[in-house]
Structures are given as C-alpha cells and as structure tokens.
C-alpha cells in the first residue's frame, strides 16, 4: 500500500513539474492560436540558466530560479518579435515547422555550449531527506515542487480573474476580434502572456533537473509531454492543464512502476483516448 | 436562444426573402436547414421526405444547396476546376482516381455552361483568388447551381458588392429555373420588393410575420423593426 | 478569350512535359556515371518515396501528419520479420509489406477523418509514438532496441542479389519509386485528386457541394500508407536490416522537412527534397549530427519565413505553369 501512495506523490510532484512546463503553452494556443513547439526549449533554457549559475557563479539554488523565468522570458520577448509574431496568420504547417526549426536550433546549440551529458545540480542540504509519514516517503524537494507549484496555480488564478490584465486575457481568449473592437491591445496582452508563458516553462526547467535531469534532449522529450498536457486539458484552460498534468504525471509514474515493460504506451493511449472523445480537450471549448 | 419556434414553409418554385436585423438569427437559421447546426427540436423536411437525420454533404445530395455569406471559396482551384468538382461529386465521380480529368468531358461542358450562364465563362480558367469580389460572388452561386439543386438557400448573395453589379446579380438569379425554390437573406428592400414573391420576417430568433410584399410592407411591426426604436434592433 | 473547348486546357496540364521526361531520363545516369553511390542513389530513391506518399496526404489533402513514419515502419517490420522467419524473396516480402502498411492505414484513417486542427497533429503524433512504444516493448519480435537480426534477403528474380555496390537495390528502389509515381500522378490528375485539392483548399466548401469528405480522406490515407510501407519494405529489403529509427518521431520529422523543402503538393517536391537533404546530409556526414539539426531547424525557419512553397514553389514564381 506505501508503494502505491508513493507512486502516487511521486507522480502528482511530476505533474505539477509538467503543469509549471505547459501551463504557459495553453494560455497562449488558445488565446492566438499559435502552436509553438519551441515552447520547451524556454524550458531547457531555464534548467541550463540554473546549472551555469550554480556552477560558474556559485548562486545558490533558490535565487536561480527567478534567473530563470526571466531568461526564458526575455529571450521568448526577443524571439516573439522578431519571429514568431509573422507566423500568427500562417497555417498550422507553417506554425509547426517554424517552431520544430527553432527547437532543432535550440538543441544544437545546447550541445554546443554545454555539452550532451547529464547536467549534474546540487541541491541545498535542506532539500535532501524525505519526511516519512504513515510508511510513505515524502521527499522534500518534491514537497517544494508541490508548494511551488500550487502556489503558481493560486497566483495564476487570481491575476486572471481579478486583475484588469486578467480580464484582458480572458477577453482575447474568448473572442479576440470582439476585443480589439473594445479597444483591447490584444497583441501586447498576448506578447506579455507569451512572456509570462515562456518564463513559467523556465521556471519549471530549473525545477525539473532535480527530478528528471537535463540534457539537450529535453526541448523535445518533454514537447511530447507538454503537447499531451494542452490537448488532453484543452486550451486556455488552467484547470484543464492542472488536472491534466496531474492525471499525467500519476499515470506515468503509475505504468513505470507496475508496468515496466509498456514504457510511455499508457500516456500515449490516454491522450489519443481522450482526444478521440473530446478533441477540444478535457475542459477546452470549441 | 438563436432561433426558436420556427415554422416555415417553402412553396416550390418561390422566391423567398428572409430579412431581419443584424443577430436576428438568418444564418443560423440556413445552417440548421443544411445540417451544419443540429437542431434541439423539430423536423426539416423536403419534398415530403424527413431530412433532419441527414448529414449536411447527404441534404444536398436530395437537393438542398446554399451559399455562404462570406466566400467559402477553393482559393487555388480555377473558377471552372471549382464547378467541374461541384458536378463530378454530384455524379459520384469523384471517387475515380484512375481516369484523367479531362476525360470527363460532360461534367466539364456543364460546369462550362453553368459559369457561362453567370457570365463567368471568360474567367473561367483564373484562379478563384485572382477573381474579382463581385465575380467570387457569382462562382458562390455557381457552385451551389452545380448540385442541381431543387432548394437554394443564398446567404446574402450580393454581401460587399456595389449596388450596380448587385443588380446584375439578382437578375441572374431570377434567371433561374422556375422549379427551383430559393430563399435569399437580404438586407437591399428595393431588392427584396423587386425579386421576392414573399417575404419572411426574422427578429431575435423568431419568424416576426411572413407574407406577400405588399403586406409585409404595410405591416407595422415590421415597421418599427426597421424604422422605430423597436428593442429588436441591434447595435 | 475561351474559344476552344475547356477540357482542352485541363489536358494540356496532365501532359509530361519535356523536362518531366529528362527528369526520369537522368534518375538512370548514376548507374553509368557514379556507380559507387549507387547505395546513396537507393536511400534517396526510398527517401523519395516516402515523401511522396505524404505529399499525397499533406500537399494534396492538407493532413498534417506527424506520425506518418509509422507506415515506413510497419512496411520495414513486416517485410524485415517475413524474411526471418518465412522466405527471402524479395517482391512477394514488398507487396506484403505494402500491404500490411495499407492496413493499418486504412484502420486508422477511420480516426484520423474524423479530426481537424490540433486534435488531429496531435492523434497522428500519439498514434505514431504509440506503435514505436510498442515496437521496443515486442523486441521479441521486432528485436528491440537492437533493431531486427537476421534479416536475408534472396536474390531478385533468383539473379540479382542485394549487394553492397547497390545496383540491384537502387535499380530495384528506382523501378518502385517510378511505379508508385505514375500512380500518384494518375490519382492527382484524377475527380478523386481534384476532390482532395477541394479538401485541403476549404474543407468547409465540400460537404455544401455534397463532398463525402471523410471517405475521400480514408481512401487517400489508406493509399499513402501502402506507399510509404513499400518503402519501408525497399529499406529493409535494399539494406538487409530494420531498426526502431524507422518507426520513430525523427523520421516523421525528417520526411516533412523534405517534403516541405521541395514544395508539398507539387508532386515532384518530395523527390527534390530528398535529393537535396540526402546528398547534404551525405557529404556533410562528418559534421557531429546535433549541428547538422541546427542548420536544418535554420533552413526549415528560412523555408517557412521566405520560401513557404518550398523550392518548387519558388521555381514556380518565377517560371510560372500549373502543377
């Protein structure tokens, strides 16, 4: 019985892990519909910020991670405006390969710079342990990951539903023709949500070296797993992604456990699953 | 509630006009006659035969065709490759992938006539995006006209074309065989009086009144919908 | 002026021009003038056909398929694993192969007919990844990781034996890819081809011109899927060996970057696609492959932000004749 709430603690910290990685991808798909593949390698970007810190500059751990959300985030503004905002009219071929260029690009250079080994981080001591309740082991750092993660989701929710570029958000998501004739700046809604987006999936790359490790592979291993988050949870849907993540991460760890052997079929079977029977998505619209 | 409680009858051979205000519901109302929007109640019914099961590509194989407000257009298919596809999958010959197109000389020939009797034939091998707007409006028609069908729903036919050309447009549609039914959405009343045999009434998602033009244009409800401060109208 | 009569303008377009046939002429100068690439000449030659089989889908009907490497695979499996444990002659293993792909193509393209936008680039993608999961679980049968040993195949026709000078393969490549061309190019110029332009030009317009658009899609799918299981079955045959990289993401990736390169939906787009992209790759071989990605994912940039016809395209402009 410990072995299963473990898996299933284990599984929820690699959730939240995924939802910090995608949450980002679903606002901004559904509010331009844009499909940005390169969404993970902000995600890469931010796990490689926080290894070059700790490593060359000796920040510790913690302080890295804000480093990370804006350096993803500033490098997404740059490529948002130089790029990417050229391609909002263009078909979702186009939008795909734009983006799958800009990841192999991302991935070369990643190997360049850093090398294609593991990047090792040393986690501060006060992460390391577990709390142990009721026979289950409950890591620390994985309880941060929680924490973290919740609070992000506090804070998300709150920004859209109470502040006034919340409503912005929500309004260019909803019908963003109707929008701009209201007056909304929708393009600079969505060039900072996209920041915001981008800068989140840093985040989530410095928090996942702990956990899942970093290597250049990453911009397009967990693509895989982000794209299954956003269409299984349906677009522009925060509690979509969550719940998707959530369902995810568990499954994950839950097939990895039991059933060794299947590898990542059960997460693929899923996803064609519910996107056969809700192709918007367990929450989207349309 | 976009359409409710509409009970409509389309006598063969009739022209129709169905007018209303902006969100009175018009399209919605042709996109559940074609199958595009699922009804929550109620039949649809032509010729006598229950078609509200039938998908939309299966009404109008039974002879139910419209036009859409704004071109829905093949961009990259020639004014005469766009008709010549209308034919051929009316003749379920666009399951052949074995023959060459030009071996189908009489589905050619009638898409031919068909573009030539909207006087289309000149452009006939132009791009559908290189068309003229007002010549994109025509081909919308002419699309339509290539299923053969027995009921022609035009949406807006002249939406966005100049008053002059509209005219054009609207005697070539009455050009059309006396058999064939067709309801037309316009917002033109000179239009409206000089094409349509009746004339139905939509305002907020209901049928207001329906009846001959002479009657329409004495009634007063219709009045203040057009001309009074009704709350019907929209913004 | 329209005097003549219209069918006589869409014939002109199905005819072979000059540089069509000079084309096809030249596909036979390697094995005079370059005889030791001939192995590269049959890559390419599977390559081709490959891409073709998804410039039926994507070019022509507007599928987006990521996972369209999944047919390659099952081809590649099935003739690969037929050869192990049944016969070695290498047309019938071709045909079943093919045929094997066919269905499976036709089994999913029940699904894939029903979907549009994200919901569909995401089945293709999860369809794809699910039968490469599957394929290195079964490493029983299909060896793993390790990709499939004991692969042999006999001589064609009991004479030409698979060789490593690669004349027998890249004759035996070319003659398929010839094949299946002049099949694509009778389906294009076809009702059927014209149905799938419709597709892919505004699936709205089909089904208000009483288009079974969902049956048109299945029958296209079900035929690009025994296309490129025949070129699956050309590697395995022409190669004597089949590994997971068949069936994996890389491959859909990769025969959509050709496509894309050459021009979809100009019927020649995927064969210069993969000429270009084989031979690069060949004489750039000694570069680490993680920099050659990078100047792929820059060309793939440029070819969407200036060339989104792709190269074709481009010739297009200038030299400008229907394709």
Partial sequence: MAGFFGVLFDGFAYGMLLFLLSVGLSVTLGMMNFINLAHCSFGMLGGYVTVTLMERLGWPFLATLPAAFVAAAALSMVLERLLFRRAYRAGELDQCLLTIGVVFMSVASAAYIWGTVQQPVQLPDYFSGSLVFLGVNFAYYRLFLIATALAVTALLVAGLEWTRFGAQVRAAVDNQRMSRGLGIDVDRAFAITFALGSGLAGFGGSLAIAMVGLDPDFAFAYLIYVLIVVSVGGLASIGGSFAAAAVLGISDMAGKYYVPQLGSFLIYLVMVGVLMWRPAGLFGRR | ?235 | METAPPHLHLHAQTRWSSLEIAFWLSTLLPFALLPSYLQLANQIAVTALFALSLDLILGYAGIVSLGHAAFFGVGAYTAGILSKYLWGEPLSLLAIGALAAGVVGYATSWIIAYFRHLALIMITLGLGLLLYEAANSASWLTGGADGLQGVSIRPLFGVFPFDLYGRTAYAYSLLALFLAFLVARRVIYSPFGLALRGIRENPLRMPAIGAPSRAHIRKIYTIAAVMAGTAGALIAETTESVSLETLSFQRSADVLVILILGGAGRLYGGILGAIIYMVARDQFSGINPQYWYFWIGLLLVAVVMFLPNGILGGFAKFFPRKA
């Fill in chain 2, 1 to 235: 509630m976009v359409a409710q409680d509409i009970a409509l009858e389309l006598p063969q051979g009739v022209r129709h006009a169905l007018i209303g205000p902006n969100g009175a519901g018009k399209t919605t109302l042709i996109n559940l006659i074609t199958g595009m929007l699922r009804p929550d109640g109620g039949q649809i019914l032509l010729g006598g035969h229950d078609i509200t099961a039938l998908r939309p590509e299966a009404r109008v194989r039974q002879g139910l065709a419209r036009t859409f407000q704004v071109n829905t257009l093949f961009p990259h298919l020639t004014a005469l490759e766009s008709v010549t596809l209308a034919v051929l999958e009316r003749q379920s010959d666009s399951r052949t992938w074995w023959r060459s197109l030009p071996a189908y000389r009489g589905g050619i020939d009638e898409a031919y006539s068909i573009l030539r009797s909207l006087r289309l034939a000149q452009v006939c091998h132009r791009l559908t995006r290189e068309l003229a707007y007002g010549q994109q409006r025509l081909l919308e028609i002419a699309l339509a006209l290539a299923t053969r069908p027995r009921v022609l729903l035009l949406d807006e036919p002249a939406a966005g074309v100049p008053k002059d050309e509209s005219a054009e447009l609207f005697s070539a549609i009455s050009d059309l065989s006396s058999e064939l039914t067709v309801l037309f959405i316009e917002h033109d009343m000179d239009v409206v009086f000089r094409f349509a045999s009746r004339i139905i009434v939509m305002v907020g998602g209901r049928i207001l009144v329906q009846g001959a033009p002479e009657e329409i244009a004495r009634d007063e409800r219709v009045r203040e919908v057009y001309l009074g401060r009704g709350r019907h109208a929209s913004a």
